[in-house]
């Protein structure tokens, strides 16, 4: 499959079925900046492309260039979301780090974000009856939570905190608990590109 693949030709970076990929153009990747950050080999940069555009390609085909239209919406959205939450490339490849994922893993999920017009049914398949269990048994959970979120508000202790925040407060350190299950990874996901703020482990 890597037979139409010319890797770093005088024009461009690589090639993938007549569709040529500059060295700018995946420069704006997160992965591709760690290679050359670690100033990585031919073989490094080969390997990187056989795992974006080889491994569960017809997955991928979502973010892969086209010509007459630039980005896909997908991968725009994924850049826009990247722009909004981390200050810098290295902000973004060590959350990525951190919790497993690839650039791709972000991309496909703002395809599906785009696709699904009922995304928020699957917000993380979570009741209420649900959050009000986990959150009374996770008690230390919570204070811990509590005292990240009073960082921002005047509001002097978990009680005060009004009916419509107490809400979406328990749903954050449930969302927290279940992201470490790789079963939850897409919903974490739209989590955070919601503006819930997971104060990720490192492991």
Request: hydrophobic share 40%; glycine share 2%; net charge negative.
């Amino acid at each position: 499959m890597l037979s139409n693949c010319a890797h770093k030709e005088s024009n461009h970076l690589f090639s993938i079925n007549d569709q040529a990929f500059t060295q700018s153009e995946i420069s704006r990747r997160p992965d591709f900046a760690l290679l050359k950050e670690n100033n990585a080999g031919d073989q490094e940069f080969q390997n990187l492309i056989e795992y974006f555009f080889i491994e569960n390609l017809t997955l991928r085909e979502a973010f892969l260039r086209n010509i007459q239209t630039g980005y896909s919406v997908s991968e725009s959205a994924a850049i826009n979301w990247a722009n909004l939450n981390f200050n810098d490339n290295a902000e973004l490849i060590s959350f990525l780090s951190r919790n497993n994922f690839s650039w791709p893993d972000i991309v496909i999920h703002f395809q599906r974000k785009i696709t699904y017009e009922n995304i928020m049914d699957l917000y993380l398949g979570v009741n209420d009856v649900e959050i009000k269990r986990w959150c009374d048994n996770n008690k230390e959970v919570l204070d811990f939570m509590w005292s990240e979120w009073a960082k921002g508000t005047k509001v002097s202790s978990p009680e005060k905190i009004p009916e419509t925040y107490a809400y979406q407060y328990c749903r954050s350190a449930l969302i927290q608990h279940k992201a470490s299950n790789p079963m939850y990874k897409e919903k974490a996901i739209e989590a955070i590109s919601r503006g819930v703020k997971i104060k990720w482990s490192i492991k």
